[in-house]
């Protein structure tokens, strides 16, 4: 259906079935969450600010399990992947030096 504002309607993947396609709200929380506080710190480090993000709930439209979705602004999430990305690294670099198992590395066991 097309609307007058001209925007494509949300298509995501449901995290339990993997179905995608525009899985209705059922709800829409009105706060604006902030990470905990090791997180908050991550952000205001990294990006800049703290994070804030907005919450949602879908019903899925194949299974019709619900899930949350969340809002927030994209730079949030690159920082998250970047950091994934050099934590990743590190610890293979770590493991290949010390011949320790990666999965020790990545969670300081
Ligand atoms: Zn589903």
Not at 20 to 40: K, L, Q
Not at 66 to 83: H, M, P, T, W
Request: glycine share 6%; with cysteine; hydrophobic share 30%.
């Amino acid at each position: 259906m097309a609307n007058p504002w001209g925007k494509l309607p949300l298509r995501m993947q449901c995290p339990h079935c993997g179905t995608i396609d525009e899985h209705p709200v059922i709800r829409t929380d009105p706060a604006i969450y902030s990470g905990p506080e090791y997180a908050s710190a991550f952000f205001r480090h990294t990006v800049g600010r703290d994070i804030r993000f907005r919450l949602r709930r879908k019903r899925c439209t194949r299974c019709r399990r619900r899930f949350k979705s969340v809002e927030v602004a994209y730079i949030y999430l690159d920082e998250l992947i970047q950091s994934i990305d050099f934590w990743t690294h590190e610890s293979s670099e770590l493991g290949s030096r010390s011949g320790t198992e990666v999965s020790v590395a990545r969670t300081g066991r």
